[in-house]
């Protein structure tokens, strides 16, 4: 049991040093956590650490890092994830109108699968008046009407 928990604390060690710490915010970090799963098997892969450290055991410490980050992320104020989300989208290539369509489009691979409904509900709304205010404070995020 100890050499478990020391394995999964290194694969998250790893994970947040190499690979999270990197991107500029929660947003940018709960969207490629959601990347690295596999929506038909919500298996969670990632090459370098599985060959380090084992499928099965990064798969875990990857599950559960997506959900803390998730549940971190609606931890913060609602108007530092306005600010965490529009740093995210600036960062997106296919610019701000086509960035905040994605995230409408991605938002539910970006909840983990053992998520209570009342966060999913909780974040899905969240997440619906943020990008609204995107819209609203961005002309290049607006439809063209």
Known sequence: MQEQLRIHRQILYDFALHYLEPLTGNFARLAYLASLKDPSTNIYAHDRLSAAYGQEP??????????????????????????????????LPEGVREGVRSCQERAE?????????????????????????????????????
């Open 58 to 91: 990064v798969g875990e410490a990857l599950a559960r890092c997506h959900e803390e980050l998730f549940e971190r992320l609606l931890e913060m104020p609602l108007a530092q994830q306005e600010e965490d989300l529009r740093r995210f989208v600036a960062t």
């Open 109 to 145: 691979s970006w909840i983990p699968g053992e998520t209570p409904d009342y966060l999913k509900e909780l974040f899905r709304s969240n997440l619906t008046a943020l990008l609204e205010l995107l819209r609203e404070h961005n002309p290049k995020a607006r439809s063209d009407k």
